[in-house]
């Protein structure tokens, strides 16, 4: 076993025995990380953060979670009604937890000679140490002191014997994944034009510094309101420079290839002059990437290529349940497809994650005044212009009962 993973196992070992029901979960996590089962570790980590949050849910909200699921919980805490029960970066991390756990718990091939998911140590590292900076923000919370210097029994070996052990360090911070943003395609419906312009994030607070290569070039797709692509789908050694060109597509055509690096120059060749880079294939053939499957939506929308900006946009959200402007771009192609009570449901989904955003409630105005409920649309437009959505004021005016 590498070195990298035991000391973040032997941490999270140290943690199991103050969490109540879910040491049985997290000793799991522990046994399944020295067997190599990382899909496994990943699966118990996602089980572990949903409970941890129906805890807060009863104990912080004073509300009966239900039988909400884990992407429901985590949607509950990024409300504006919520904000600041959880820190932004431990939502990232959340995040970060849910996006692995969502991924290894499916399969995403087709046929059965086709090969599954791979997981493997790097991405459950990422994993465990967003896992744990979770589990080190509920301890403090709770006022649970948990000896960093924690040892637990080495490993067997094959042989029988048993190897050396070192205090746990404390893992390096990952940074933050935000799993909302993007900018969305542009279309025009009714004589309506939809674009986002959601406000930017607030800056993370944390009270200690987050020590990784990818800071820099995850602050710039929080920027775009993106997700950061999944571990495997990066290389450290390139961060650093990849944020000082992420926008430049001559100077990042130069780099050597990496699936971000190929979707970094997809995506500036795409704002600057609106057509399809070929690199766009290598981004898309990493799986998870759903920053990628959104660019290729945006992209397939503008060639009327309707099934594929489907298949691109189902597969962002799959990648990242509370992707939230891949979500909208799912309803609006739907809208444009003639589907209005599926683009309807996405819409009123949407809408109930994110009350604040208004663009989907101008588009959910369209849907209604197609079906003749005037009354409905100019409340949904009015709304949307409440919110700040420009081109939502003369629908509204238009639409409001006179």
Not at 96 to 111: E, F, I, M, P, R
């Amino acid at each position: 076993m590498a070195v990298e993973l035991e000391p973040l196992l032997n941490r999270l070992a140290g943690y199991a025995p103050h969490f109540g029901r879910l040491q049985a979960d997290l000793e799991a996590m522990v046994s399944r990380g020295r067997a190599g089962d990382y899909k496994g570790v990943m699966q118990n980590a996602r089980l572990v953060l949903e409970a941890l949050l129906r805890s807060l849910v009863s104990e912080e909200l004073k509300q009966t979670p239900g039988k909400a699921m884990l992407d429901e919980l985590i949607t509950k805490f990024r409300q504006q009604a919520n904000a600041g029960v959880v820190p932004t970066t431990i939502l990232a991390h959340m995040g970060t937890v849910q996006a692995w756990g969502n991924l290894s718990s499916h399969d995403h091939a087709g046929k059965l000679d086709d090969q599954g998911v791979s997981v493997g140590q790097e991405e459950v590292v990422a994993s465990l140490n967003s896992m744990l900076a979770v589990l080190s923000w509920f301890a403090t919370r709770r006022g649970i002191t948990i000896d960093p210097n924690l040892r637990t029994p080495a490993p067997v070996t094959a042989s029988g014997t048993t190897s050396p052990q070192l205090a746990a360090p404390a893992p390096k911070a990952r940074s933050p994944l935000p799993l909302v943003g993007g900018v969305v395609a542009l279309a025009v419906l009714a004589g309506i034009g939809f674009v986002v312009t959601r406000p930017p994030p607030a800056p993370p607070i944390s009270p200690t510094p987050v020590a990784s290569p990818f800071t820099k070039l995850d602050a710039i797709y929080a920027g775009w309101k993106e997700p950061v692509p999944p571990i495997a789908c990066r290389r450290p050694d390139d961060a650093a420079r990849l944020a000082a060109i992420a926008t430049d597509a001559t100077a990042l055509a130069l780099v050597d290839p990496t699936p971000e690096s190929a979707y970094l120059v997809a995506r500036a060749t795409w704002e600057q002059d609106g057509t399809r880079h070929p690199s766009l294939e290598r981004a898309l053939g990493c799986p998870g990437f759903a920053a990628a499957f959104n660019l290729a939506g945006r992209i397939a929308l503008k060639g009327k290529d309707v099934d594929q900006a489907r298949r691109h946009f189902i597969a962002a959200v799959a990648a990242a349940p509370s992707f939230v402007n891949a979500r909208f771009n799912l309803a609006l192609l739907l809208l444009q497809a003639g589907e209005l009570d599926e683009a309807r449901d996405k819409l009123d989904r949407l809408i109930g994650d994110q009350p604040d955003f208004g663009e989907p409630f101008l588009l959910r105005a369209a849907i209604f005044e197609l079906k003749g409920d005037a009354a409905r649309a100019g409340q949904d437009a009015c709304e949307a212009a409440r919110l700040g959505v420009d081109k939502a004021k003369a629908e509204c005016a238009r639409l409001a009962p006179k």
